[in-house]
């Protein structure tokens, strides 16, 4: 059932292991400051000594370095990070305010649920669902060696529907749309609806939907 693969995914997670440090980085050059020759010639006019001809000539923008790379997704969600981390034991247990989705964060990998699910891809099952199982789209979960896969079998059963039959209510803690979060390698964004997760060494990550999801 799903709520015992969200289970079976938090054991997972919180069995890597996973306390791996992000080693500090330094973003691709993004150019030079350029002096034109607008700026030269109203520094002139404003009585400054002139400078000789070299030092006059616009400075070029620096080349792209050898060795530079695009920033993968997760370094690129790195900026947007705006919420501490919880003060709770790794794999952490999240919620969205709207109960629409649940997640498991640990320091290198992410599982998440969405209450609306969206049917898999054929190219995206993996497995073969046994006994009355089938499935189902909505989760999707992000690993330092398994990278990203989407969808799960289990009986459409998701630990929001269970709370609310079974109880008892979530405890917390909770994230709020519009909210990023950054756990050891793990950027996770959340959005009304969806939810973002990528790893910092690896690059892979998902985005989930109620109208759609991707994988990379």
């Not at 015992?4 to 330094?26: E, F, I, K, M, Q």
């Not at 000789?52 to 530079?68: F, I, T």
């Not at 992410?110 to 209450?115: D, I, K, P, R, V």
């Not at 929001?160 to 008892?168: F, R």
């Amino acid at each position: 059932m799903i709520l015992r693969t969200l289970v079976a995914a938090v054991v997972l997670l919180s069995a890597a292991g996973c306390r791996v440090a992000v080693p500090a980085g330094n973003a691709p050059a993004v150019g030079a400051l350029r002096m034109s020759e607008q700026t030269l010639e109203d520094g002139a006019a404003a009585g400054e000594p002139p400078s000789d001809g070299a030092a006059s000539q616009a400075v070029p923008p620096a080349a792209p370095k050898a060795n530079a790379r695009p920033l993968n997704r997760a370094e690129q969600l790195l900026p947007k990070v705006n919420a501490q981390p919880w003060a709770a034991p790794l794999p952490v247990v999240v919620q969205s305010a709207s109960k629409d989705m649940q997640c498991s964060i640990d320091a290198d990998g992410a599982a998440c649920h969405l209450l609306t699910d969206v049917a898999p891809r054929p190219g995206d099952i993996r497995g073969q669902c046994t006994g009355l199982s089938e499935y189902y789209g909505g989760y999707a979960v992000v690993t330092l060696d398994g990278g990203a896969q989407y969808g799960l079998c289990g009986n459409g059963m998701s630990p929001m529907e269970a709370e609310d039959v079974a109880g008892p209510a979530f405890p917390g803690p909770w994230i709020q749309d519009g909210q990023t979060v950054r756990l050891g390698n793990m950027v996770c964004e959340r959005a009304p609806g969806a939810m973002t997760c990528a790893h910092l060494r690896t690059g892979h990550g998902f985005m989930i939907s109620k109208d759609d999801y991707e994988l990379w």
